[in-house]
């Protein structure tokens, strides 16, 4: 019996056969690795028929229940990470395709990624490298952090992580989520927001770390902005849609606040053409915070475990 065919999705440094070992597989997969994206949900499709194993990088192919149906060879589709909103797992299920997720990770790359984003953002480093290579010297005025008062949506790992840089810096945090406590605030050492208003109302800096979810999508819209400082910056790290992205925009372009760092957005990759890119008062990064090689590796190895688990009959780390 031929082993069956495995694709690496999403591949886009090309690291995924380097960075974990493979070797558990040989002689029991055919490995494919697409290190580009693979576009649409058509070409996705037309790309992976005959495909029995994925092996996907987080949210970066989506495979809703109108994919999976049009792929009939699947039978395991694992993805990094232990939750993953752009699988349909109820299609996944109906079709017959087992869903595993991996479990480890660099926990904190996401966190550090926000503070070089703020900080960029705060020294207009962005602005400053453009202009040094293009022969000019000293032509935006940067923003201390000391004495500022850095605002953070949801006070969970990343969020709790990002507030403790906050508090080296010498800020004033601030924290706000739905189900915030005066305990979990006490034991990162911030203070509580009355309200998410009243945290935008009074933060230099606002940096979003809440799961999206039909809840939490659009938490910061058009009249959310409006409540911020035209001094103050927002940070999305977390996920694109938290925020209004044509409001955000708009709110930028305007004056309504300073600027946004974003590392997340409605539709990824972000096009060509989409004004993020261009924007003067954007700092925008191509959704890096978990992207590193410890992190990836930790991932690739579990994936592997996942798919030998699975071909020996007892898959792990099942969700669905």
Not at 74 to 88: E, F, K, P, Q, W
Not at 127 to 133: D, I
Not at 244 to 258: C, K, N, S, Y
Not at 259 to 269: I, R, S, T, Y
């Amino acid at each position: 019996m031929a082993a069956p065919r495995l694709a690496v999705l999403d591949d886009y440094q090309g690291v995924a056969l380097d960075l974990a070992d493979w070797s558990p597989l040989d002689g029991r997969a055919d490995i494919t690795v697409f290190d580009r994206h693979l576009g649409d949900e058509e070409a996705a499709v037309e790309a992976l028929q005959g495909f029995e194993v994925l092996v996907a990088m987080r949210e970066r192919t989506r495979f809703p229940r109108s994919v999976l149906a049009r792929l009939p060879d699947l039978r395991l589709l694992v993805t990094t990470g232990m939750r993953n909103a752009a699988i349909d797992l109820d299609a996944a299920r109906d079709h017959g395709v087992v869903v595993c997720g991996t479990e480890l990770g660099a926990p904190y790359d996401a966190a550090e990624l926000t503070w070089a984003l703020l900080m960029a953002a705060a020294k207009r480093v962005d602005v400053e490298l453009a202009n040094l290579r293009e022969g000019r010297w000293q032509t935006t005025i940067g923003t201390s952090l000391a004495g500022r008062t850095l605002g953070v949506v949801g006070l969970g790992r990343l969020g709790g992580k990002v507030a403790e840089y906050g508090r080296a810096f010498d800020m004033d945090v601030v924290a706000w989520s739905t189900n915030l406590t005066d305990e979990r605030c006490a034991e990162v050492g911030v203070r509580r927001a009355g309200s998410l208003d009243d945290l935008l109302a009074e933060s230099d800096f606002v940096s979003l770390h809440l799961v999206l979810s039909r809840r939490s999508r659009g938490t910061i819209g058009r009249r959310e902005l409006a409540l911020m400082k035209p001094t103050a910056w927002l940070v999305n790290t977390s996920r694109g849609p938290l925020c209004d992205e044509e409001a955000l925009l708009e709110a930028v372009r305007t004056g309504v606040i300073a600027g946004a760092a974003l590392d997340v957005f409605d539709v990824e990759p972000l096009p060509a053409d989409h004004p993020l890119r261009t924007e003067p008062n954007v700092v925008a990064t191509p959704h890096i915070g978990y992207v590193t090689s410890a992190g990836h590796a930790y991932r690739y190895t579990e994936a592997v475990q996942d798919v030998v688990a699975f071909l020996d009959g007892a898959p792990v780390r099942v969700l669905t």
